[in-house]
Each structure stands twice: as C-alpha cells, then as structure tokens.
C-alpha cells in the first residue's frame, strides 16, 4: 500500500539532480592549490610536521642521555660492588691467615712447654 508521504519517481529524480548540483558547487567554491590562504596552512601544516620532528629527535636524545647516565650509574655501583667483595675477601683472607698464624704460635708454645718439661 503506498503511503501519501512516498516521493514519486520525477521528485527522486529532482532531488538527485539537486544535491549533485549543491555538491558541484561546494567543489567549485573550494579554493584553488595557488590560493593565498590554503598555501598558509600548508606552511602551517609544514611548520608543525617539523616540530613533531624536531621534539621527537630530542625526545629520543634525552632516552639516550638517561639510558647511557643509567648505564654508567649501573656500571659504577656494580664496580663498588665488585671492590666491596673484594675487601671482604680481602679480609676474610687475612683473618684465617691471623687464626692460622695463632694456631701455629699456640702449637710451637705446646711443643715448646713438651721440650721444656722433658728437660
């Protein structure tokens, strides 16, 4: 059942006809490539594009700057660590060396008082 708000065919047709019109016309009142003003916003949209370049290459220079200042703060504390382990090796060296040394004062002493009693 048609219904009394169906376009017919001629006014589909008008409206068709219509908006391709008032497309072309939007098209025409476009401004041209030499137009003053869009040759600013392609400067415009130059200029931003380059500082999006530009702040992107001293961002990844400032990752670097960190990554390397990180690595040689690493390397240093591993460098302390290392001396750090050292010394107590050190240490724990010259403390068996000294045990060692007693005992063989506190043996030659036994030995000595054994000689001394034979006597």
Known sequence: MKSFK???LTDRL???AAAKQELLRKLQARPGADDPAVIA???ERKAIAEARVARAAE???AEERARIETAAREAAEQAE?????ERAEQERIDREAALEEAKKRARDE???ARKAAKR
């Open 14 to 16: 008008s409206d068709k």
């Open 6 to 8: 169906d376009k017919s």
């Open 41 to 43: 916003r392609a400067a």
């Open 59 to 61: 961002k990844a220079a």
């Open 81 to 85: 660590r290392e001396r750090e382990a």
């Open 110 to 112: 036994r030995y000595a």
